[in-house]
C-alpha cells in the first residue's frame, strides 16, 4: 500500500511515516523535530510560516515513498 503525505497532515504524523522525513524538511531549513508546534502544526500553515512552496515540499516528500 502506497504512502502519501499530504498538506493537512501535522509535523508529527509525518515525522513517524519515513526516517528521512527529517532530513527533507532539513533541506528547506526547516527544524520540526525539535519544534513544540510539530504535534499540531499542519504541513501547510508550516511552510506558509517559513516562506515555502508547499507544492515543492510535498513532491520531495512524497518523493520517499516512490520505488
Known amino acids: 500500500m502506497s ?20 532530513k527533507v524538511l532539513g533541506r ?3 527544524g520540526c523535530v525539535g519544534c513544540m508546534g510539530a504535534m499540531n ?3 501547510e500553515q508550516g511552510a506558509a ?8 515540499l510535498l513532491r520531495d516528500l512524497n518523493a520517499l515513498f516512490e520505488g
Open 3 to 22: 504512502q502519501t503525505i499530504n498538506k493537512d497532515m501535522t509535523f508529527h504524523q509525518i515525522l513517524k511515516m519515513h526516517p528521512d522525513v527529517a
Open 28 to 30: 528547506y531549513n526547516m
Open 41 to 43: 502544526e499542519r504541513l
Open 49 to 56: 510560516a517559513h516562506g515555502i512552496d508547499l507544492e515543492d
